[in-house]
C-alpha cells in the first residue's frame, strides 16, 4: 500500500502540498489556540517550506517526482516550439518507423524461431562442393533413398525428417469443376511428434503414416487453412480431395501458428512422404533433410557419419553415371555434407532476400542516424537559446545530473512521440513492402506479427536514439559556467564546431544512400530492359491439366479450337513456359564423345512455338507435326558456339545419355537466335529444342497429363481473354482444365521483383535522406546567422558586399558538406564490395554513378542555404546594433 | 535544559507511546503530551514533529484521518494501527536494553 500510494502521490502533488500545509498551519494555530504569541509560534515552528518539503519526500518517490516534474516541463518546452519540435518528430518517426518495418520484415523472416518445441535444436543438412559449372555451389535438396540411409545410420543420435519444398498444386474438392490452388508440403510422418506439433482437431501423422509408398492417401491441413478456407468447420475430418490421380483424406488439423518450415511460405496441406511419387528414386533430390539434435550433442562425428553414409550412396549411383566426365564425377561425389543451424526454419525467401534486407536496414539505419544528428541540432541550438535559463538554475543549487536528467527527459519526449508516430508508419508499411516482394499470382505469405519482439525492438530504438542525440546537447548544456553565461558570453563557436562536425557526418550518410540508391536503381533499369530473345507482347500463358494422361491428338485439338477464338492470333504448345523457373537440362555428347562438362538445357515445343514466341529462325527450319523426341532437335546460337565452334550445326548429329543407360540421337533441324532460359542475370544457356511430340522405346506416342499453352493475343491487354479461355479449354475437350493464367511479361518481371523492391525502397530512403540532410542544413546555417547577427550587422555597417556576407555565412558549412561527400565516397567505394554480388552490370566506379549522388547533395545543400544568405543580408545594421 | 537532542531515536517511542494511551490526537496534541507527561523536560522542535510523523505513517504504524473540527478548521487526527502496536512492543524492549545497558555502564563505573 505504501508503494503505491508514494507512487500515487507523485502524480497528485499539488494537493499532497496543500494537505502538508494545512496540517502544519493549523498546528501554528492551535498554538496560537492555547493562548501562545502568534509570532513567537511561527517563529518556534520554524521554516515551513522546509517542512513541507521534508515530509513530502517521505509521502512519494522523490525520483519518480523529479522525472515527472521533468516531463511536464519537456512536454511544455516541445510545445513553445511546435513547429521545430513537430518537423523533429516526424523526421524522426519516419526514421524510427522504417527502421521498425524493415526490423520486423527480417525479424519474421530471418530471426523469429519457428513456433515448435526446441527449435534451437533443428539443423538444415545440405551439400558443398563444385557445381557443373565449376564454381562453388551448396544445395540443400536430398533423394528419399539417401534420407532413409542417412536416417538409419544417426538413429540413436538425432532424429532426420524430411520436409519437401512446399509448391503450389491443383486439388478439387468437389467436382473437378473447381480445381484450386493450395500449397502442399510433403512431410515426414514422424515430423509433427519430433517438432511437438498436437492437432488442433482429428489427428496429425506419426510413423505409421508413412511406411508404403503411395500407401497413405490423407492430409493434415494447417490451422491457418483451415480457417481461411473452411472457417474452422471441425465437419472437415473425412472429407476428401483430388490431387492428380490420387484421392486423400483428411486427418486432422495442426495447432496454430505453425505453417511449415519455410519462411515466406504458409503450408496449406500437409501429405506423407511416401505419398510423393519420386520417394522411390535415387536421381530425384526433392526434399529437404531436416535434423532434431538433442540437446549438448557433439556435431561434428555425427556430420562426418552422415558425410560417409550420402558418399557410399552416391558412389554406389555414379556407378550408372554415362557421359559425364570423371572429374564432373569427382566433383560431385566430394561434396561435404553441412549440418547448419536452422531454428528459423529454411525457405528459398530467406537465401534470396537475406542479403537485400541487410543492405535495406542498413541503409534504414543510416536515414535514422541522419535524423538523430538533426535532432541533435535542434537540442543544442535550443541548449544555447536557453543558456541563461540553466545557469539560473546551476547558480541557484541545481545539481549538474538533474539537469542533464532534464534535457534527456526532454530528448526521451521527443523519441517517444516519434516511436509513437513511426510505429504506426511501421503498421502500415511492413505489408505494404510484403505485397512487393511478390508477383501477383503466387504471394509470398509471412506472418507479420506486431507482438513484443516488435514492441521492445521499437522502445530500445527509442531509448537507443534518445541517448545519441540527446546525451551530448545534455552533457554540453549542464556544463554550463553561470558566471560567464549570464554575463552573455560563453564561446559562441564551440557549439558551432559541434553542429558543423555533424553536418559533415550527415553528409557522408546521406552520399552513402544516395550512392546505394543509384545502383540498385540502375540495376533494376538495366536488368529490366535486358534482351530475352522473345517477345512477352499479348502473350497468354495458360497452364493446362487434364484427369488422366491424354493423347498428343487431344493437346492439338484444344491449341487449334482456342485459335478459332476471336482475338487469338496464334496458338502453340511447349512443356513449360520460358523464365517459368522449370529447368531441364542433359549433357550432350558430339560424335559418340564424351560430355564436355557443359550442361545443356532443353524444352520441349510444338510445331509453331518459334512463331508465337518470335524467336528469330537463322538457318533450317521449325518442327513438322511428325517430328518426334528423341528424334529431332533445334538448337540456339549458344549452342552451335559451345558445341560446334559457332558453325551453323544445321544437318548435324548429337547424343544424349538417359538414366538408364541409353544413348539418344537428335538431329539438328533448326537454328535458333538465343533466348532467356532461367533468369535475366546469368549468361545465355546452350540451349535445343525437342519436339513436343514424344515417343518412348518401341516409337508410340506418349500421354501428357499437363503442358502450357501459349497464346499470342491480338488485344493490348491480353488478360482480357484470360476467362474467355479458361471456358474454352474445356469446352474444346472436357478432359481438358486451365489451372493458372499469367501473361509472360508478369512471368519476366517476376525475375526483377527483387530488384524493384531494392530500388524502390532505396530511393524512397535516398529522397527522405537528402530531405533530412537538406533540413539539417537548413536549421544549422539558420542559427548561425542568428548567432552572428551582431556581427553580420557591424560588418555590414563598415561596408562589406553580400558577397562577402554570403561567403562569411555559408564557407564553413560548405566546407563541412564537402568534406562529408568525400567520405561518403570513400566509405561508398569499400562498402560497394559488400554489396556487389547484387548489381547487374553496374560499376560503383563509373563517374555515372558518382555524379549524381554529389549534385544531388551540392543542390540539394544550395537550396538549403538560400534562406539562410537572404536573411544574413537583409540584416539591417541599425535595428542590429540598437538592440543591444 | 536538555532539549530535542535528548530525543534522538526516542521521538518514534515516544509518538507510539502517547497514541496508544491517547488515540485519535493531532500533531499539536501530540507535541503537548510529550511535554507534560514528561514533566515538561522532553521538548519536541514543533516543525520536525511533522516530517516524523509523516515518516512513522509511512511506515504504516500510524494511520491518519482528516477531522472538521467545532470552528470550521481541518486537523488530522493520528491512531496506533495494529502494526504499530507491534512496533511499540519492539521499540519498548530495545529501549529498556539500551537503558539498562548504559546504566550498568554508568553503575560500574
Known amino acids: 500500500m505504501s508503494l503505491w500510494s508514494r507512487i500515487a502521490n507523485v ?115 545440405s551439400r558443398q562442393g563444385i557445381g557443373p559449372d565449376g564454381a562453388p555451389q551448396t544445395f540443400d535438396g536430398w533423394a528419399y533413398p539417401d534420407f532413409q540411409l542417412m536416417r538409419a545410420a544417426v538413429k540413436n543420435q538425432l532424429e532426420l525428417i524430411a520436409v519437401s519444398y512446399a509448391e503450389p498444386v491443383d486439388l478439387t474438392y468437389k467436382s473437378d469443376e473447381e480445381i484450386e490452388k493450395a500449397y502442399l508440403q510433403y512431410v515426414s510422418g514422424w515430423m509433427f511428434s519430433t517438432l511437438g506439433i498436437k492437432p488442433a482437431l482429428g489427428r496429425v501423422f506419426t510413423e505409421n503414416d508413412d511406411l508404403k509408398p503411395g500407401g497413405h492417401p490423407y492430409a493434415v491441413l494447417s490451422h491457418d487453412y483451415w480457417t481461411h478456407r473452411f472457417g474452422q468447420d471441425p465437419s472437415v475430418i473425412g472429407r476428401t480431395f483430388r490431387m492428380g490421380n490420387d484421392l486423400y483424406e483428411i486427418a486432422g488439423v495442426a495447432e496454430a501458428p505453425f505453417t511449415g518450415t519455410e519462411p515466406g511460405t504458409m503450408v496449406d496441406i500437409f501429405v506423407p512422404t511416401m505419398m510423393n511419387p519420386a520417394v522411390i528414386r535415387k536421381d530425384s533430390t526433392w526434399h529437404r533433410t531436416l535434423a532434431m539434435v538433442n540437446a549438448g550433442a557433439a556435431l561434428e562425428p555425427i556430420r562426418q557419419k552422415l558425410d560417409a553414409t550420402s558418399r557410399a550412396f552416391e558412389e554406389e549411383r555414379a556407378k550408372g553415371f554415362l557421359g559425364m566426365r570423371k572429374e564432373d564425377i569427382d566433383h560431385y561425389l566430394n561434396q561435404r555434407v553441412l549440418l547448419e543451424p536452422a531454428a528459423s526454419g529454411v525457405s528459398d525467401l530467406q537465401s534470396e532476400t537475406r542479403r537485400p534486407l541487410v543492405i535495406l536496414g542498413v541503409l534504414v539505419a543510416l536515414v535514422l542516424l541522419i535524423a538523430c544528428a538533426n535532432v541533435a541540432n535542434l537540442m543544442t541550438a535550443q541548449a544555447s537559446a536557453r543558456a541563461r535559463e540553466m545557469a539560473v538554475r546551476v547558480s541557484i543549487g541545481g545539481g549538474r545530473w538533474r539537469l542533464v536528467q532534464m534535457v534527456l527527459v526532454q530528448s526521451a519526449w521527443l523519441a517517444l512521440l516519434a516511436a509513437a508516430v513511426g510505429g504506426l508508419f511501421a503498421w502500415w508499411s511492413g505489408p505494404f513492402v510484403v505485397s512487393m516482394i511478390n508477383p501477383p499470382d503466387n504471394p509470398a505469405r509471412l506472418l507479420l506479427p506486431a507482438d513484443w519482439r516488435v514492441l521492445s525492438f521499437g522502445l530500445v530504438l527509442a531509448l537507443g536514439v534518445t541517448l545519441l542525440f540527446g546525451l551530448v546537447p545534455a552533457l554540453r548544456a549542464s556544463s554550463v559556467n553561470p558566471v560567464s553565461a549570464l554575463k552573455g558570453g560563453e564561446d559562441p563557436h564551440s557549439k558551432r564546431r559541434l553542429m558543423h562536425a555533424l553536418i559533415a557526418v550527415q553528409v557522408a550518410f546521406c552520399f552513402l544512400v544516395l550512392f546505394v540508391a543509384g545502383l540498385f536503381v540502375t540495376t533494376f533499369k538495366r536488368l529490366s530492359h535486358q534482351p530475352t530473345g522473345f517477345s512477352a507482347d499479348r502473350l497468354l500463358v495458360l497452364d493446362a491439366v487434364t484427369k488422366q494422361p491424354q493423347p498428343l491428338e487431344f493437346w492439338v485439338q484444344v491449341a487449334e479450337h482456342l485459335r478459332s477464338v476471336p482475338g487469338v492470333e496464334t496458338v502453340a504448345q511447349a512443356d513449360a513456359p520460358l523464365l517459368g523457373g522449370n529447368s531441364w537440362n542433359n549433357f550432350v555428347s558430339i560424335n559418340g564423345g564424351p560430355s564436355n562438362g557443359i550442361l545443356s538445357y532443353m524444352r520441349g515445343v510444338s510445331p509453331g512455338w518459334l512463331e508465337t514466341m518470335k524467336i528469330a529462325l537463322i538457318d533450317g527450319r521449325d518442327f513438322r507435326p511428325s517430328d518426334t523426341h528423341p528424334g529431332s532437335a533445334i538448337v540456339n546460337e549458344t549452342f552451335a558456339k559451345v558445341y560446334f565452334d559457332g558453325v551453323d550445326p544445321v544437318g548435324k548429329t548429337f547424343d544424349l545419355a538417359t538414366d538408364e543407360g541409353l544413348r539418344l540421337r537428335y538431329q539438328i533441324v533448326g537454328y535458333v537466335g538465343d533466348v532467356r532460359y532461367r533468369n535475366l542475370r546469368e549468361p545465355i544457356l546452350p540451349q535445343f529444342y525437342v519436339p513436343f511430340r514424344s515417343v518412348d522405346a518401341s516409337g508410340a506416342p506418349r500421354k501428357k497429363g499437363a503442358a502450357t499453352l501459349l497464346v499470342r493475343t491480338s488485344s493490348s491487354n491480353p488478360r482480357t481473354l484470360a476467362s474467355i479461355l479458361r471456358q474454352e479449354v474445356p469446352r474444346a475437350r472436357s478432359e481438358f482444365r486451365v489451372s493458372r493464367i499469367r501473361t509472360q511479361l508478369e512471368i519476366n518481371q517476376s ?63 560548405f566546407s563541412m558538406v564537402l568534406l562529408g561527400a568525400a567520405t561518403g565516397v570513400g566509405v561508398g567505394m569499400v562498402s560497394v564490395r559488400f554489396t556487389e554480388s547484387l548489381f547487374y552490370q553496374v560499376k560503383a566506379t563509373d563517374l555515372q554513378m558518382l555524379a549524381p549522388p554529389s549534385l544531388a547533395i551540392l543542390a540539394g545543400a544550395f537550396l538549403a542555404a538560400v534562406p539562410a544568405v537572404i536573411r544574413a543580408v537583409r540584416i539591417d545594421p541599425i535595428t542590429m546594433l540598437r538592440a543591444e | 535544559m536538555p532539549k530535542s537532542d535528548s530525543l534522538q531515536g526516542s521521538l518514534d517511542l515516544l509518538v507510539l507511546t502517547i497514541l496508544s494511551r491517547r488515540p485519535r490526537l493531532h500533531g499539536y496534541a501530540i507535541m503537548s503530551a510529550i511535554q507534560s507527561m514528561s514533566g515538561e523536560v522532553l521538548r519536541v522542535e514543533e516543525g520536525s514533529l511533522y516530517p516524523a510523523l509523516h515518516r512513522i505513517e509511512e511506515a504504516g504504524w500510524i494511520h491518519a484521518n482528516w477531522i472538521t473540527k467545532d470552528s470550521g478548521r481541518r486537523a488530522r487526527m493520528y491512531e496506533l494501527t495494529a502494526a504499530g502496536k507491534k512496533q511499540l512492543g519492539a521499540e519498548e524492549s530495545r529501549w529498556q536494553t539500551v537503558t539498562s545497558a548504559i546504566n550498568r555502564v554508568l553503575r560500574t563505573a
Open chain 1, 11 to 125: 502524480f497528485r502533488g499539488d494537493r499532497l502540498n496543500r494537505e502538508i500545509d494545512e496540517e502544519l498551519e493549523s498546528h501554528v494555530e492551535a498554538a496560537i489556540e492555547q493562548g501562545r504569541d502568534p509570532a513567537e509560534a511561527r517563529r518556534a515552528f520554524g521554516s515551513m517550506l522546509r517542512h513541507r518539503e521534508e515530509s513530502r519526500d517521505m509521502q512519494l518517490i522523490p525520483w519518480l517526482e523529479s522525472l515527472r516534474a521533468d516531463g511536464t516541463f519537456g512536454l511544455r518546452q516541445l510545445r513553445k516550439n511546435k513547429v521545430t519540435s513537430a518537423a523533429a518528430i516526424l523526421s524522426l518517426a519516419v526514421a524510427i518507423g522504417a527502421c521498425t518495418s524493415a526490423f520486423r520484415l527480417i525479424d519474421a523472416l530471418l530471426l523469429r524461431p519457428l513456433p515448435v518445441a526446441n527449435p534451437e535444436r533443428i539443423y538444415d543438412l
Open chain 1, 751 to 813: 525475375h526483377t521483383v527483387r530488384e524493384r523492391l531494392l530500388a524502390t525502397l532505396a530511393l524512397f530512403f535516398a529522397i527522405v535522406a537528402l530531405l533530412l540532410a537538406g533540413v539539417g542544413l537548413y536549421g544549422v546555417l539558420h542559427y548561425s546567422v542568428l548567432q552572428r547577427q551582431r556581427e553580420i550587422g557591424i560588418r555590414i555597417a563598415v561596408g562589406a558586399q553580400a558577397g562577402g556576407i554570403a561567403r562569411l555565412v555559408t564557407m564553413e558549412v
